[in-house]
């Protein structure tokens, strides 16, 4: 009988170990942010005329080969109207850089809601991070 209860109080020892390192592990994983990110942003403005103007700047944890914003989208009431690519825009993304910031602009229709989701890229030595952010949405002037 005693010798039952030993193995249950050592069973019951194991797992709580177990238990103990799984927390342990899974808590420095979510903890652990991006090699190659550092942070990233974006904005979206109104200007005149139904001018909108979507920005962005990302920062990399160093000198990165490939670092910006690979795609834009622009979204009016909520439809997709526009998708700007870095392959055929100018200045959506840099090299040899740790920040790199861009803008581009959409010719908007006054008094039409406008909101735009931008894909950050940082990449070096053949590896690299995505990130999305949505912008808050602006009314055209």
């Given at each position: 009988m005693v010798e039952t209860k030993?193995?249950?109080?050592?069973?019951?020892?194991?797992?709580?170990?177990?238990v103990f390192m799984?927390?342990?592990?899974?808590?420095?994983?979510?903890?652990r942010g991006?090699?190659?990110?550092?942070?990233?942003?974006?904005?979206?403005s109104a200007g005149s005329n139904g001018k909108v103007t979507v920005s962005f700047s990302i920062t990399g944890s160093s000198k990165m080969d490939e670092i910006g914003s690979t795609k834009i989208t622009i979204y009016e009431n909520g439809t997709l109207v526009k998708t700007y690519m870095s392959s055929n825009t100018?200045?959506?993304?840099?090299?040899?850089?740790?920040?790199h910031a861009g803008t581009v602009t959409y010719s908007g229709?006054?008094?039409?809601?406008?909101r735009a989701i931008v894909t950050f890229k940082c990449g070096k030595d053949?590896?690299?991070?995505?990130?999305?952010?949505?912008?808050?949405?602006?009314?055209?002037?």
């Open positions: 030993n193995k249950a109080i050592r069973l019951i020892a194991i797992a709580l170990i177990i799984t927390s342990i592990t899974i808590t420095v994983a979510s903890a991006s090699i190659y990110i550092e942070k990233y942003s974006c904005a979206i100018t200045g959506m993304m840099g090299s040899g850089k740790v920040i229709v006054k008094g039409k809601s406008y053949g590896g690299y991070d995505n990130r999305l952010l949505e912008t808050y949405s602006v009314t055209a002037k």
